[in-house]
């Protein structure tokens, strides 16, 4: 999925017909790419954590507590994934169901 979003960044807007070519000058901070990337890098790191410790608490190695911690942010970080999708499937049908 991440290797799709790094095919983003070679897309260059085209021009209108009725606007002028002159060259803008390259937006500062994170692109939208970018930020996806990391939200979704984030949300992997979390997600492997969790597993880790629910893995140590198995077999004894660590606190209740940490695993209990561990366990509840993985699930927050994969309720915020779920939701990005959601709203960015909601967007294309929406897109989908306009008139051309």
């Not at 209108?16 to 930020?35: I, K, R, T």
Request: glycine fraction near 8%.
């Amino acid at each position: 999925m991440i290797e799709g979003l790094a095919a983003l960044g070679t897309l260059s807007p085209s021009l209108s017909a009725g606007a002028p070519a002159s060259s803008a000058a390259p937006a500062e901070g994170v692109s939208f790419e970018e930020a996806l990337g990391q939200a979704i890098g984030s949300a992997v790191d979390t997600l492997q954590t969790g597993e880790a410790f629910a893995i140590q608490g198995v077999q004894g190695a660590a606190t209740p507590m940490k695993v209990v911690e561990s366990m509840m942010d993985a699930q927050r970080s994969l309720q915020s994934v779920l939701a990005i999708r959601d709203r960015i499937v909601s967007a294309y049908q929406e897109i989908a169901r306009m008139a051309i």
